[in-house]
């Protein structure tokens, strides 16, 4: 199987389904019988509901019921838990205020639900929906995420005194003030993460149900896993997980933002369940902007201490975390956990200490958004290097070369806890700057200089940590027919899943793609799975059915013996052959399902659960140019090349299309999107793409690729992960490029986005000191 086995490019098999209109979507999906939802929505930022009067909505021709939280309370309905693990500082608990479902007493951010309205059609529910009215008491809010702690400033909850959520903290303290002290330099920065909107082609919906049958609910709901979405179904109903099915069909897009679970699902539940029909809802755009949780937003102050070599004593860092109103189900782990431990970037670093304050805002939830925790952790480090490269005339490429962890240290131990198994830091950094032909960029800016324009290049070397969540599992299923059902417990969001797990089938059992059909997505038909997130699908789902595929093999070694008449362990596979050693006697695949099932039904069904030993460590370079027009602003990236290493790399197609994504992505952040609340009414003042904007085709330079791959030794196949690299790398290398070219400006640091007001605003106060001077 050569032809489609693992490391072949070969085109994605769901394509031609996908673009021809043979997807289903969660809103493709329709049930006999379905009424609609709309939601009422708070429009201020922080109220009093003084009361909230139904009574026309709910005369209205096809409304057939207006919910708020007490008709949720009265079935037993609680709140969504936050289910991070995590303590402060002093060993206690976070602040963990309960999330309801529809707002109860008071409403925390501007969209917050309030009640919900059941109809007949998508237009009766809407309208009635306006007619629900809903007395308010206006508060004062707080929106903004450093704000939020100063004193004097309102409280989104009572029981958390300045807003704190938690005072978190990882690290040697000690060690890094030591370091500090002592050091021949001292770096220092304040570095701004900016809030983000992940906003995938597809929004978030959801369908539910009550099975006529069985009294079972049911969900149709882009997700990003079936199974942790029902055990939390399961908790809030009170009901055993049997009680319910969850069901994903086709997913457009998700970028963590789909992991979790939000109101709309458990009040829709809710509502079929008391009305005894299917509830479908579906969030329109500047909908989501107001309900989807977001990404990001931390404010961060990192100091670096090193030797008067210019190599890395220690680092602190303090961030505070702006985490919305609510927790949302990982809301807390994203910025300590997740991100904290990879503050030791590629680099020697004897001594690390970070502090996260967690923080409420009258704002929306914050959770992982593409990378989780690990973009914003490159992003302050490779920032924080690339200023200490300029501030020790070492510059970028130089100081990262001084303190890049050689090969012949791995395995790694990091201070933050990390053990690095593999990786060639040194080697990616020489790569991308030859990909980049950074040796002829003096002749590139002289050429811009001479066409008025300002021309600059950044690097950023990342590392991020893959592959967890725990366990996944596979069932591999071989018919009579030699077709196989592969059913596995994650989820895919459009990132090329069936393609990748038919490749490792076909490379493992000699099966062509064609005879392969993924099954993802439904609590009846897997019976476990733990979703995607984190870069984890193809690295450990993948091992998992590799298992499960050596299982077939040597159950059906034993068939494939009696067939050639001889002991199971004279027989070898391969190719989709089983021989006898040393002779030319050999059956097929096909033959031997055919004689295991003999009455045409399963010849083979094996389940294998894989359990990651440690994290994956996907690392790279990315190179950007860009050229700036000082009398505007504007930024265009000219330029773009990128080294990864993904370790086992199972479709080159798929993982450069990844990378492209996700560079996209950081592009996004870096130069464009940017969440703006109103800082006196905490509104939402990006909530369309009138004023939120993302990249288009035009933003986006061609990107060089090119993969240094070195195996992981922590999973069967040596696969490292690669959907998230492309929004690590992507904003630190953009905006370092930004800063060198603004350099002549003695401009030493911008925050993202550096809009065209932004760079505007900074050569404007670059010239105003000068004419001062």
């Known amino acids: 199987m050569m032809k489609f086995g693992i490391g072949q490019p070969v085109p994605r098999t769901e394509d031609a389904r996908l673009l021809t209109g043979g997807g289903r979507y969660t809103d493709d999906v329709s049930l006999p019988g379905q009424t609609f939802a709309a939601f009422v929505r708070s429009p201020y930022a922080h109220a009093v509901i003084r009361g909230i009067d139904s009574a026309d909505a709910a005369g209205q021709p ?28 002093d060993g206690s608990s976070y602040v963990s205020p309960p999330r309801p479902a529809l707002a109860k007493g008071r409403v925390r951010h501007v969209g917050d639900p309030v009640a919900v309205v059941v109809a007949e059609t998508p237009e009766a529910a809407r309208d009635a929906a306006e007619l629900v009215m809903v007395d308010y008491d206006d508060l004062p809010s707080v929106t903004g995420t450093v704000e939020a702690l100063e004193a004097g400033r309102p409280l989104v909850w009572d029981e958390a005194p300045n807003n704190l959520c938690f005072d978190w903290e990882q690290g040697e303290e000690a060690a890094v003030e030591a370091a500090l002290s002592k050091a021949a330099r001292v770096v220092e920065l304040q570095i701004v993460n900016n809030r983000v909107v992940a906003n995938p082609m597809e929004g978030r919906a959801c369908v539910a149900d009550v099975e006529a049958e069985t009294g079972r609910l049911v969900i149709y709901v882009t997700s990003q896993g079936v199974h942790g979405l029902r055990s939390q179904f399961a908790k809030l109903f009170k009901l055993p997980e049997k009680a319910l099915r969850v069901v994903t069909t086709d997913v457009g897009g998700g970028f ?94 004897p ?129 009579g027919d030699g077709r196989i059902v592969l059913m596995i417990g994650t989820q895919t969001n459009g990132q090329g899943h069936e393609t990748a797990y038919k490749q490792i089938l076909a490379d493992r059992l000699g099966v062509p793609p064609e005879d392969i059909e993924v099954v993802q997505g439904d609590t009846d038909r897997v019976s476990w799975g733990a979703g995607t997130g984190g870069s984890r699908s193809v690295p450990v789902g993948g091992s998992a059915l590799a298992e499960g595929a050596a299982r077939v093999v040597s159950k059906a070694s034993e068939v494939a013996a009696d067939l050639l008449e001889t002991a199971a362990v004279d027989v070898e596979f391969k190719d989709g052959l089983f021989s006898v050693v040393g002779t030319d006697r050999s059956v097929t695949f096909k033959e031997v399902a055919a004689k295991a099932a003999a009455d045409g039904g399963i010849a083979f069904s094996e389940v294998a659960r894989w359990t990651p030993p440690a994290s994956t460590f996907p690392n790279g370079c990315h190179v950007a140019e860009v050229e700036v027009d000082p009398d505007t602003g504007v930024v265009e990236v000219v330029g ?89 790398g992507a904003p630190p290398a953009v905006i370092n490029a930004l800063v060198d070219a603004l350099s002549e400006y003695g401009i030493t640091h911008i925050d993202m986005p550096a809009t065209p007001q932004a760079v505007w605003q900074a050569i404007q106060e670059h010239s105003l000191r000068q004419a001062a001077e």
């Open 62 to 89: 096809g409304v057939l019921g207006v919910f708020t939280v007490d008709d949720l309370e009265t079935e037993g309905i609680g709140p969504i838990p936050c289910n991070a693990a995590l303590k402060q500082r």
């Open 256 to 349: 963590g933002m789909k992991l979790f679970n939000y109101p709309e699902y458990v009040v829709c539940l809710f509502a079929a369940r008391r009305l005894k029909r299917p509830v479908k809802w579906a969030a329109e755009r500047t909908e989501g902007f107001l309900s989807d949780d977001h990404g990001r937003d931390h404010v961060s102050r990192a100091r670096l201490a090193l030797d008067a070599d210019g190599r890395f004593l220690g680092l602190r860092v303090d961030t505070v975390a702006n985490l919305g109103a609510y927790l949302s189900n990982y809301g807390p782990f994203i910025p300590t956990d997740a991100g904290s431990a990879m503050l030791v970037g590629s680099y020697i670093t």
């Open 351 to 479: 001594a690390v200490y970070v502090r996260v304050k967690g923080v409420f805002t009258n704002t929306q939830p914050v959770d992982a958004y593409r990378g989780a925790g690990r973009p914003e952790a490159a992003y302050l480090l490779e920032r924080l290097i690339d200023h200490a490269g300029r501030e020790t005339g070492l510059g970028p490429a130089e100081i990262r070369r001084r303190n890049f962890i050689p090969v012949s240290a791995m395995p790694y131990a990091t201070p933050m806890g990390q053990t690095y198994d593999t990786g060639d830091f040194r080697q990616n950094l020489e790569d991308g700057l030859a990909l980049a032909d950074l040796a002829g960029l003096p002749a590139r800016k002289a050429e811009a200089k001479a066409r008025g324009r300002l021309r600059g290049a950044g690097l950023a070397t990342y590392i991020e940590a893959c592959s967890g969540g725990g366990a996944e599992q596979a069932t591999v299923q071989v018919n």
């Open 640 to 728: 773009y090349s990128v080294v990864d290493d993904f370790g086992t790399v199972v479709n080159p197609l798929l993982v450069i299309g990844q990378v492209h994504g996700g560079v996209a992505q950081g592009i996004g952040q870096a130069l464009q999107e940017r969440v703006v609340f109103d800082p006196e009414s905490g509104q939402l003042l990006t909530g369309s793409f009138m004023d939120y904007q993302l990249p288009r085709a035009l933003d986006i330079p061609p990107i060089q690729v090119k993969l240094n791959c070195v195996p992981s030794t922590t999973n069967a196949l040596g696969m490292k992960g690669a959907g998230e690299a492309g929004a690590i």
